[in-house]
Nanobody, 122 residues
Framework: QVQLVESGGGLVQAGGSLRLSCAASGSSLSINVMGWYRQAPGKQRELVATMTSGGTTNYADSVKGRFTISRENAKNLVYLQMNSLKPEDTAVYYC????????????????WGKGTLVTVSS
């Protein structure tokens, strides 16, 4: 079983920065795509940013130029540096892993962390 644990959420003023971290654990784990999604109150979960093991990134238009995703493949870590935060960035941020190979078995499902709350005050 793959476990994803997020950290780094909190309360920040508009214009501030936060860095989220996510650690994935599992037996002989290799992950193709790691990323971040978020869900604001009353809204659907949406993609924030993803990154493949080869370094290809994808960002939501709303965060381009403000957020940066990065990974440490060998440690199965993914980060989200969030700058110039806005009140509309307030949400629970979820770590996601897709295209997982564990103990030589491929799993074609998405794995999710429990989420970390980011609150941006105006």
């Amino acid at each position: 079983q793959v476990q994803l644990v997020e950290s780094g959420g909190g309360l920040v003023q508009a214009g501030g920065s936060l860095r989220l971290s996510c650690a994935a654990s599992g037996s002989s784990l290799s992950i193709n795509v790691m990323g971040w999604y978020r869900q604001a109150p009353g809204k659907q979960r949406e993609l924030v940013a993803t990154m493949t093991s080869g370094g290809t990134t994808n960002y939501a238009d709303s965060v381009k130029g403000r957020f940066t995703i990065s990974r440490e493949n060998a440690k199965n870590l993914v980060y989200l540096q969030m700058n110039s935060l806005k009140p509309e960035d307030t949400a629970v941020y979820y770590c996601n892993a897709a295209g997982v190979t564990m103990s030589a078995n491929y799993y074609g499902i998405h794995y999710w962390g429990k989420g970390t709350l980011v609150t941006v005050s105006s």
